[in-house]
């Protein structure tokens, strides 16, 4: 039931935002996070944005895994 | 599907599990990690981790699903509800199949009440502003991830005056069952997959208490199957390493704080209470009801209706199962009287429920 679904912010008008995957489009109120712009991914649950992705983490994380696991390593 | 398919890479899948083959494998006993939310109980069954792993890492399934761990009594006062003339129920679909001590909202629906799924609670409130003349009540389950959308559905519904728009709540929240079942000497949990989206709004640091008192591991773990794997790993090596510490996998959502904003908007909604967990019990400060400001969309104060007396379903595991005891197999009605089609539990109902798992994708 906490499913969170990644969603690109495509317009935002007060506090409501038109939220964007995979063409499907869907409204979410942005009444729990501040600073959020055209382009951000947010994770949308039962119609509101709960928080934002941050794509530098997520490029992290992933970096991490592959080097690790490239180098043979147990990754951290 | 951005920030979906990445997580699913099958190599760094591959990678990922050989490391944790690696590094469990001079370990001498099990390592029993329970995944405490029901969306990973569902991606472990969907993407099949549990047989990928190795044998000596147990995972079981915990007390995650919220309309799971919702008490008889709860679907109970929601059927009285829905017989009540002109009263309109608004909920998320699971709620509806969940049987109660003798009906249901799918049986009350086919008896004339009016039971409408919505997708979110401010749909809910929509549906109060159209329909001026009929009581609307919205289901309140839900943890902390989906409690502060009602926070903000009960707000939109102060702003625009709406005096039909009501709320049964049975809103429970996260570390407290956790702690519950750390104590319990039966289960010895090595360690937590602790739940994504709740951590996203109480923050990773929201599990230090827990680690402090039981000195119990606990990973904040996202969804996607490279996030259940590194989670598993991140855990395995903690419990192999004799360590307790909190840590974030999860990090390109969660933050160790959480999300402050969320977390006011629910504070200044609800406030804690005792809540009754199905098969754990009562545990204090793990449900929250409305503050006093908000008590007028309270259904259970507002809309006062008989109760029939709570009946659990004989046979059905389903508290056990939650507690993550025993597994749908152990029951004797899984797959036979009790199916996706003919829940007896709500473990069967709920898609994240242990049992409707294990029948979608177990063998
Ligand atoms: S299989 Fe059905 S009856 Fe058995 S524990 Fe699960 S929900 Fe309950």
Request: glycine share 8%; proline share 6%; net charge negative.
């Amino acid at each position: 039931m906490c499913l969170g679904v990644p969603m690109q912010v495509k317009t935002i008008e007060n506090e409501m935002a038109v939220c964007e995957i995979d063409g499907v489009q869907r409204e979410a109120s942005l009444m729990m996070i501040d600073n959020v712009r055209v382009g951000d991914y947010v994770l949308i649950h039962a119609g509101f944005a709960i928080e934002k992705i941050d794509a530098e983490e997520a490029q992290l994380t992933l970096k991490a895994l592959r080097e690790a696991l490239d180098m043979g390593l147990v990754p951290e | 599907m951005k920030y979906q398919a990445e997580f699913r890479d099958p190599q760094l899948a591959e990678g990922l599990l050989k490391a944790i083959a690696a590094t469990s494998c001079d370990y001498p006993k099990n390592i029993t990690l329970m995944e405490v939310c029901g969306t990973h109980t569902t991606a472990i069954y969907q993407h099949g981790i549990r047989a990928l792993l190795p044998e000596k890492i147990r995972l079981i399934s915990g007390p995650g699903c919220p309309v799971c761990v919702t008490p008889v009594t709860y679907v109970d006062h929601a059927v009285a509800l829905a017989q009540r003339p002109e009263t309109i129920i608004a909920t998320f679909g699971d709620m509806v199949r969940v049987p109660g001590s003798s009906s249901s909202l799918l049986h009350e629906q086919a008896r004339g009440a009016t039971i409408k799924i919505v997708y979110s609670p401010l749909d809910a409130v929509t549906i109060a502003e159209k329909n001026p003349d009929t009581d609307v009540v919205f289901l309140g389950v839900g943890f902390e991830t989906t409690t502060p959308t009602i926070a903000g559905a009960i707000l939109t519904a102060a702003r625009k005056n709406l005096d039909n728009f009501y709320v049964l709540c049975s809103h429970k929240t996260m570390p407290g069952p956790m702690a519950a079942l750390a104590g319990d000497p039966e289960l010895q949990v090595d360690g937590y997959l602790c739940p994504a989206h709740v951590s996203a709004i109480i923050g990773a640091n929201a599990y230090q208490p827990l680690v402090d008192a039981y000195r119990v591991p606990c990973v904040v773990t996202g969804f996607e199957p490279l996030d259940v794997l590194q989670g598993v790993l991140m855990l395995a090596r903690q419990v192999i390493n004799g360590e307790a510490r909190v840590e974030n996998q999860y990090n390109r959502v969660v933050k160790a704080a959480g999300n402050r904003k969320a977390q006011k908007l629910l504070k200044q909604v609800f406030e804690p209470c005792d809540a009754d967990w199905r098969g754990i019990g009562n545990i204090p400060d793990s449900g929250l009801r409305l503050r006093s400001d908000y008590v007028r969309f309270d259904a259970a104060q507002q809309l006062p209706v008989d109760i029939e007396p709570a009946v659990e379903h004989q046979g059905c595991l389903c508290g056990e199962i939650l507690k993550g005891k025993v597994r749908p197999n152990d029951c004797l009605l899984f797959r036979t009287t009790c199916t996706p089609e003919d829940p007896v539990g709500a473990c069967m109902v709920s898609s994240e429920g242990t049992c409707a798992a294990e029948y979608k994708y177990g063998t």
